[in-house]
Antibody
Framework: QVQLQESGPRLVRPSQTLSLTCTVS??????????WTWIRQHPVKGLEWIGY???????YYNPSLKSRSVISPDSSERKFSLTLTSVTAADTAVYYC??????????????WGPGIPVTVSS | QSLLTQPPSASGTPGQTVTMSCSGS????????VYWYQQLPGAAPKLLIY???YRHSEVPDRFSASKSGTSASLTINGLRFEDEADYFC???????????FGGGTRLTVL
């Protein structure tokens, strides 16, 4: 049974760096053909895909966030993280980690974490 | 403003059938699979439908979906109070090289 859990600070100051971790149970993130994904949900703008990391470490990002985003694995093989630099109030959202089995045409984002609300404010 | 257009609200009474739409364009729905997610209040989205019309595991067969051209739809038969939630469509956009989500339809069961 795959379970994901987000963790990290819930308050970040403007211009600082947001760092979140997703802890995965049910197997190492390096096994299988999975895309370990970050998605966020703005209060008004709705759901926004941030990017994903493939099981082999390759990454792909939302073009509008690419310059500020890094998704990377943790040495434990049970975690992966999101780093978002130079945050502004527009980055205030609930952040979800998720898993899919295809980049653009798989079976969808099958597993999601419960989400972590992050506020950017001074 | 999302590139996938969904009506903001829908409603029905228990037992009724409700259909909600998702409209896109050639570069997204027209060329790629559509996915549907259900988000109950205070919870994370859950996958309902993948690749246009396949139900995810344990999704009741009351839920069905279809796609035609640049539009897709989700139908719920035998509406239940527990179906009250937000429903989002999603697809890949070949031009933007990005996953898109619709703005969501809030379903109210009266």
């Amino acid at each position: 049974q795959v379970q994901l859990q987000e963790s990290g600070p819930r308050l970040v100051r403007p211009s600082q760096t947001l760092s979140l971790t997703c802890t995965v149970s049910g197997g190492p993130i390096t096994s299988g053909t999975y895309y370990w994904t970050w998605i966020r949900q703005h209060p008004v703008k709705g759901l926004e895909w941030i990017g994903y990391m493939y099981s082999d470490g390759d990454t792909y990002y939302n073009p509008s966030l690419k310059s500020r985003s890094v998704i990377s694995p943790d040495s434990s093989e049970r975690k992966f993280s999101l780093t978002l630099t130079s945050v502004t109030a527009a980055d205030t959202a609930v952040y979800y980690c998720a898993r899919s089995n295809g980049a653009t045409s798989g079976r969808g984002f099958q597993y999601w974490g419960p989400g972590i609300p992050v506020t950017v404010s001074s | 403003q999302s590139l996938l257009t969904q009506p903001p609200s829908a409603s029905g009474t228990p037992g009724q059938t409700v259909t909600m739409s998702c409209s896109g364009s050639t570069s997204n729905i027209g060329e790629n699979f559509v996915y549907w997610y259900q988000q109950l209040p205070g919870a994370a989205p859950k996958l309902l439908i993948y690749r246009n019309y396949y139900r995810h595991s344990e999704v009741p067969d009351r839920f069905s979906a279809s796609k035609s051209g640049t539009s897709a739809s989700l139908t719920i038969n035998g509406l239940r109070f527990e179906d009250e939630a937000d429903y989002f469509c999603a697809t890949w956009d070949d031009g933007l090289r990005n996953w898109l989500f619709g703005g969501g339809t809030r379903l109210t069961v009266l």
